[in-house]
């Protein structure tokens, strides 16, 4: 509908100004203002910079560069985001000589264009590429203040274009309305006819054979703070769990007091087959620690800031591809970390441990801020502790001797990447029954960009900058009480971490 309007306009308003001429009080208003704008030569530099960025070709490289992003694991998506870019720029090209509007007569002769000029390509092609940006955030972005602020920065984009565009006389203002309609059309038109949703990752895959029948009993354990809509997400969960052929869902709500290990263990009694949990990486790791053991498959929806065992499990962050991996998906067999320490209950944790540094940033945090932004919220309290002191550690491996080292922050790894595709234990495997540990200290502020370096190119060797070791289980002591943290939930000061990691011991779904 909205596209069907969205076409009328734009051909009602082409036929307007190629038979009319145009807006007199609208012409001489951007006549005025490309007179005034080719007076102020800093500004003109700045609007012909405007221009050759966000021309058809830097637009599409752009899009280029955006579905490059997404194509590892969002192909889909990222088809859409480029296609509509091309075909936007493809549309306006035949559809500016079909109307053959000619361009204003006080346009800047310094690079004058003689191609017909309604719709204006520029804001064609850069509306269309903003409308497909929007509709990917729409998919992947679930924190509503973040999706908000993408979008406004979107439509400034497409304004800043536009108003290019009439101050350097290139278009009349219609020219780049007439420009915003049909970038906004070609959206239309393209999710119309083409979903860029991912789809079931089973599809074509052979059916697994279940080698010990069982039942269809499925368990979700959901922190409700981390969806918009509870109602609309057990919708989502009960429809896709009838058409894969799992019983209707018997949901657990965690609570302030218990945030999953109650939930899981009741799932657990009640004899699921499946337990689904929608969290973060904390709500995660307490329903994985309560069934590991038990045989029950976990299925992981990563609806967390994080979601760190999501992504180096590749089970995908769309919610509903994520629903689909855990309902389809295949059982694997990942390693579970007993963690112990003083001031501090024993605990596990599926990702990471760690003292100084990393901790002292989840510590930082603020609660306010992460809700509106996510990550951002990490990146902040990363500049403010970026020089946390450096602390005197001792650290064994598997019951040998203490070595003595320093370091402004250590962690212990059972997976690899972190944040960002941050490769911090590139030989960390979630299902090798050990355990990764990196030491860092750059002792100067400059010294955080070689380690950054280090780390990014994977460079394997060890020193006083960065130091690994590996082991079935580890101790690490520090001289003086030190911020620690578990799969990026902070437990407090202390001057002690023991790591065991448990083989094999928990069932998760991943995508076949």
């Not at 076409?7 to 203002?33: C, E, K, M, N, Q």
């Not at 809509?229 to 799992?246: K, L």
């Amino acid at each position: 509908m909205w596209a069907a309007v969205g076409a009328v306009l734009f051909v009602a308003l082409g036929i307007y100004v190629t038979t009319v001429s145009g807006v007199p009080a609208v012409d001489d208003w951007a006549r005025h203002s490309a007179h005034w704008a080719a007076g102020h030569r800093t500004l003109h530099h700045l609007l012909r910079a405007i221009e050759l960025v966000f021309g058809t070709v830097g637009i599409i490289v752009i899009a280029a560069i955006a579905a490059g992003g997404l194509a590892r694991n969002y192909r889909r998506a990222a088809f859409f985001l480029l296609g509509t870019t091309i075909v936007s720029a493809l549309v306006r090209y035949l559809l500016a000589h079909a109307f053959g509007r000619s361009r204003p007569a006080w346009q800047e002769h310094a690079h004058l264009i003689h191609a017909p000029g309604y719709p204006s390509g520029h804001v064609t092609t850069v509306t269309a590429l903003a409308g497909a940006v929007a509709v990917t955030v729409a998919m992947f972005v679930r924190r509503a203040g973040l999706r908000r602020l993408v979008y406004a920065g979107l439509t400034l984009v497409v304004l800043v274009v536009a108003a290019d565009r009439i101050l350097l006389g290139r278009h009349y203002p219609t020219d780049t309305v007439g420009g915003a309609l049909l970038g906004g059309v070609v959206v239309l038109v393209a999710l119309a006819v083409y979903s860029p949703v991912p789809r079931s990752h089973a599809e074509h895959a052979v059916p697994l054979v279940q080698s010990v029948p069982g039942g269809r009993s499925l368990h979700v354990v959901l922190n409700p703070i981390k969806v918009e809509s509870v109602g609309q997400f057990q919708a989502i969960v009960s429809a896709m769990a009838a058409e894969a052929g799992w019983d209707e869902p018997t949901w657990h709500l965690t609570t302030v007091e218990d945030s999953g290990t109650g939930m899981a263990s009741a799932a657990s009694v009640a004899g699921a087959d499946l337990v689904m949990v929608c969290g973060g990486d904390g709500t995660v790791r307490e329903v994985c620690a309560e069934l590991a053991g038990t045989g029950i498959p976990v299925g992981i929806i990563p609806a967390g800031t994080g979601n760190l065992l999501a992504r180096n499990l590749s089970i995908p962050l769309y919610l509903r591809a994520a629903i689909d991996v855990a309902l389809t998906g295949q059982d694997r067999a990942i390693d579970l970390v007993e963690v112990a320490g003083d001031e501090m209950e024993d605990s596990h944790f599926l990702v990471m441990a760690g003292m100084g540094f990393d901790a002292a940033i989840m510590e930082g945090v603020n609660e306010e801020i992460k809700k509106k932004v996510g990550w951002i919220a990490y990146v902040l309290s990363a500049l403010k502790a970026l020089m946390f002191p450096a602390v005197r550690l001792e650290i064994s491996v598997d019951g040998a001797e203490f070595t003595k080292h320093r370091a402004r922050t250590v962690v212990v790894g059972n997976v690899g990447t972190l944040q960002a595709g941050m490769p911090l234990l590139p030989d960390a495997r979630v299902d090798d029954g050990l355990l990764d540990v990196v030491l860092l200290h750059p002792q100067r502020f400059l010294s955080w960009l070689p380690l950054a370096w280090r780390i990014l190119s994977k460079r394997p060797q060890t020193d006083d900058l960065v130091n690994r070791m590996r082991g079935s289980s580890v101790t690490v002591r520090a001289d003086r009480d030190t911020p620690r943290q578990l799969d990026g939930d902070p437990i407090g000061v202390g001057r002690e971490l023991r790591a065991t990691c448990l083989q094999a011991r928990l069932l998760v779904r991943v995508p076949r």
